[in-house]
């Protein structure tokens, strides 16, 4: 009898040791603590216990949960997020039903209604994400989400996804979700949500390959700049980094965005996911990506050593001073960023004083001004080179910064002419394709007397090479800022004379307002620094607190 009820008390361990491992394996979960449903993703995953900290990398997604099977096994796994696919059961039939269906299009029938989904989804501590593929969808499924609220409590994440505008490569034909009654159905029934509004994208090599526009980021950012919910933009990974202007552009708008990397059936390479996060906080991007990549792009990720892969048009105080940028997922260090009137500049005349420069280690800005010689027929030369046995190219400077990937400089080109403003730019292009172009790089074109030469300019450098910061360089007080400049997507900086600069509270209100859209360069090429210390401190009082743009001091010394 003994022998025989010590072996029911084994066999009731193991059954209880069997179910509570497959209740952990399931994601299921008893009562929750409380959570809103428009909180913060990364908080919910670390409060969960998923991840250890709040790095968009570490969370994971389970695609397509819309049948039953599918749901029941993306349930069974470690995905964190389900995301799934929304739309009403005989969608664009005369047997259109107003219940809200798991399918993604073409199909228009499932075994999953979104009521029996969020049943089994809330019975798990896992997140959510639906996809809505019609607008009539959208209000049923809200109501659903309220009565779930209500009555047991969602406690968790939840996203909402549509692609309400045509993206890259997409035709007008294809049907978008009505974006701004997407909107309003949020706010008007279940708005304590995280918004997701996409675009949408057809992607063919090597025909449709067409990247993000600048119009296509101000369409999006027009229509979600008003509301108040947290914004996560889904972005086609393949074609993120060759839209990286824009791209960024839209994500500093506000702190309230974040970026949700998607792929489809074509694996995006190691070296542009690893640009993507190199560029951007570990908070503000999540990485929607299929094994084996995923394991392949986290493992590179933390590899000590490996070269930052830094945005060419990138703001030049993020990359001499990171504030975001580590390699190690345990650590997380406060870092004081850098003032900006500290900078050092250095003026390139030959390959000797260089190469000092680059073993120095300090850091800063090479200023190189370019020109032509007659005895080097076709080069792009530094400015005072040519006449050595030796000339300097700018195709040096770049192979040098090459083979010292590690110094921190960037390069502020000044160009005279039309014909070597192409040569740079062309030059560039052809660094940045070999990968070896991983830092700040600010152009110039000296005499700018009108509108028509800097629309040249800028429209130069947008067909040529736009991965740049655009330098604005005045003669005169005050300086021509054509208003082309304000629909760029790139950083613009505003490089003046001290000796232009009139006195008094006026002066130093225009100032202030240029800093807020451009990053503003003050060169003194005088020994008044008295002077120019005054408008910088006056500038400085003004200005301080704000953080998008950089105000730098170039003295007469440099």
């Not at 030369?381 to 960037?410: F, H, N, Y």
Request: hydrophobic fraction near 40%; charge should be neutral; charged fraction near 20%.
């Amino acid at each position: 009898m003994i022998s025989v009820a010590f072996g029911l008390v084994i066999l009731v361990i193991v059954i209880v040791v069997t179910a509570i491992a497959l209740t952990k394996k399931s994601g299921s979960a008893g009562p929750l603590p409380s959570f809103p449903t428009g909180g913060d993703m990364l908080d919910y995953l670390v409060q969960m216990g998923d991840i250890s900290n709040r790095d968009g990398l570490l969370a994971t997604w389970a695609h397509r949960a819309n049948s039953k099977e599918e749901m029941n096994k993306a349930l069974a796994g470690d995905a964190m997020i389900l995301e799934s696919d929304v739309t009403l059961e005989g969608y664009g039939t005369p047997n259109v039903k107003p219940i809200p269906i798991m399918a993604h299009p073409p199909d228009i029938y499932s075994d999953n209604t979104l009521d029996q989904w969020l049943d089994a989804v809330l019975a798990s501590k896992k997140a959510i994400k639906l996809d809505f593929k019609s607008l009539e969808s959208v209000g049923l499924s809200l109501d659903l989400l309220i009565l779930k609220n209500s009555s047991k409590g969602i406690n968790r994440p939840v996203w909402l996804n549509a692609d309400i505008l045509h993206g890259p490569n997409s035709p007008d034909f294809l049907p978008l979700v009505n974006g701004t009654r997407f909107l309003q159905l949020i706010q008007e029934k279940f708005p304590d949500v995280t918004l997701s509004p996409g675009w949408r994208v057809l992607y063919v090599p090597p025909i449709f390959i067409k990247a993000y526009s600048r119009s296509m980021m101000t369409d999006m950012y027009n229509l979600i700049k008003d509301v108040p919910q947290k914004v996560t933009f889904p972005i086609y990974v393949l074609l993120a980094r060759k839209s990286w202007q824009h791209i960024s552009w839209l994500l500093s708008q506000s702190s309230r965005f974040s970026l949700t990397m998607w792929q489809g059936s074509v694996h995006p390479n190691i070296s542009d996911l690893l640009f993507i996060r190199d560029n951007t906080h570990p908070a503000r991007v999540y990485f929607d990506i299929y094994e084996p990549t995923l394991s392949e792009f986290r493992q590179a990720v933390y590899q000590q050593g490996r070269l930052r892969r830094f945005y060419s048009g990138g703001d030049l105080m993020e990359f001499l001073h990171p504030v975001h940028y580590q390699q190690d997922k345990n650590v997380h260090l406060p870092v004081t960023r850098g003032s900006s009137l500290s900078v050092h500049w250095f003026t390139v005349t030959d390959r000797i004083s260089l190469v000092t420069q680059l073993l120095d280690g300090t850091g800063g800005m090479l200023v190189v001004q370019l020109t032509t010689d007659n005895n080097w027929p076709g080069a792009v030369l530094v400015e005072g080179s040519g006449k050595a046995l030796e000339a300097l190219t700018l195709q040096d400077i770049l192979q040098l910064l090459t083979e010292r990937a590690d110094v921190s400089w960037g390069v502020y080109l000044r160009v005279p002419t039309q014909q070597l403003l192409e040569a740079s730019l062309t030059l560039l292009q052809s660094a940045n394709s070999r990968e070896e172009l991983y830092r700040p790089i600010w152009i110039s074109m000296e005499g700018l007397q009108s509108i028509e030469n800097t629309k040249e300019f800028v429209s130069t450098v947008e067909s040529l090479f736009p991965y740049v910061t655009l330098v604005l360089a005045g003669q005169s007080w005050p300086p021509l800022i054509p208003g082309i400049v304000s629909d760029l997507s790139q950083r613009v900086a505003l490089h003046l004379n001290a000796t232009s600069l009139p006195t008094g509270n006026e002066v130093i209100y225009s100032l202030v307002g240029m800093m807020d859209k451009s990053d503003l360069i003050i060169q003194d090429q005088t020994r008044k620094s008295t002077i120019v210390s005054a408008i910088t401190e006056r500038l400085m009082v003004h200005y301080k607190g704000r953080a998008k743009t950089n105000l730098y001091v170039i003295s007469h010394k440099f």
